[in-house]
């Protein structure tokens, strides 16, 4: 089946996305960009977030990571990246594992 | 570890020695399920590693670009230029089993407008815009890849927590208490068995004593 491909951020760090012609989103508050992931979310495969608007609606966020679709990834805006993808990627380690063992 | 609150007959002793058995048994199962999970998930996350690096590096300068091209532009032509993509992409999904975790695989189509076709005319815009265009082109690929694994690694990472949480339920608590009620109905009917048999030997002692 064919679904969408989303990015929810603001306007300077979607503009390549609009290039390559995904569709997107653009948020520059809390309201917008929970507004955004829910009619994206309804479509997508996968959902790209920038890391500020990330952070802005983690809990919402955190209602699909254990349901299969859709996947939603963090991504560094144009205001430089703030190593929140490391970070997720390390909990889930721990939460797998129990312990870091990216780390080194 | 707490016996379970049962009467101490035959029938129930049967029927714990079965649940034990079933228990020993899923115990096995799951613990082997959690290995294979574990080892699924190694492979994934140094790959998701190396991955979001190279991401994270590529739309950096996938942004640099459009931002410098969008310098020499007006804000109105660069908008105008991307306002109406001519080509739209969609994910196409599939879904694969990793030890019953169901994980989704996508693969990009373009489903209207072809790979080279740009969404703007050449005569207001510049080249730079154009080489950025095709730079992130070719980071759509790469994005794909990353959200593929990434949401592998963290469903996965769920089912490994939600399976370690059972083989640890089924260690330390079903299996010892299952044991130790299974223990005390038998000890418990072995008294039993004593104190009949000395009631009869009690019970013949008198018999023979009023004869």
């Known amino acids: 089946m064919a679904y969408n ?3 929810i951020g603001n306007k300077e760090s979607i503009l390549p996305f609009r290039a390559a012609g995904v569709r997107v989103y653009e948020c520059n508050g809390r309201g917008s960009a929970l507004k955004a992931l829910k009619s994206a979310a309804g479509d997508s495969a996968v959902i790209y977030v920038t890391e500020d608007v990330f952070v802005m609606i983690r809990d919402e966020i955190a209602e699909y990571d254990d349901k ?14 703030t190593g929140l993808g490391m970070e997720l ?8 594992i129990g312990s870091n063992i990216l780390q080194e | 570890m707490a016996r379970l609150n049962v ?3 035959r029938m129930e002793l049967g029927r714990l020695k079965k649940r034990l058995g079933v228990a020993r048994n899923g115990h096995k199962l799951l613990k082997d399920k959690r290995d294979e999970l574990m080892k699924q998930f190694m492979k994934l996350i140094r790959r998701n590693q190396e991955l ?16 410098l091209a969008g310098a020499l532009l007006s804000d109105e032509t660069l908008d105008a230029a991307l306002m109406l993509p001519s080509r739209s992409v969609t994910a196409e999904v599939t879904f694969r089993n990793i030890t019953g975790v169901s994980v989704p695989e996508f693969d990009y189509r373009i489903t209207s407008g072809s790979k080279d076709s740009q969404c703007y005319g050449f005569s207001e815009t510049n080249s730079s815009l154009d080489r950025a265009a095709q730079s992130m082109d070719r980071m759509l690929e790469m994005l794909l890849e990353l959200a593929r694994i990434e949401k592998a690694a963290k469903l996965l990472s769920c089912e490994i927590e939600k399976t370690r949480r059972r083989v640890n339920a089924l260690e330390y608590v079903m299996i010892p208490q299952l044991e130790e009620t299974i223990k005390f109905i038998n000890m418990k009917m072995e008294e039993n068995e004593r104190s009949t048999r000395i009631r009869l030997m009690k019970v013949k002692d008198m018999v023979l004593e009023n004869k």
């Open chain 1, 68 to 81: 299969p679709l859709p996947a939603v990834i963090p991504f560094p805006g144009t205001s430089g990246g």
């Open chain 2, 52 to 67: 979001r690096r190279n991401c994270e590096a590529g739309l950096a300068r996938a942004q640099n670009d459009f931002l």
């Open chain 1, 89 to 96: 990627l390390n909990g889930s380690v721990e939460r797998a």
């Open chain 2, 7 to 9: 009467s101490p007959t």
């Open chain 1, 5 to 7: 491909i989303s990015v």
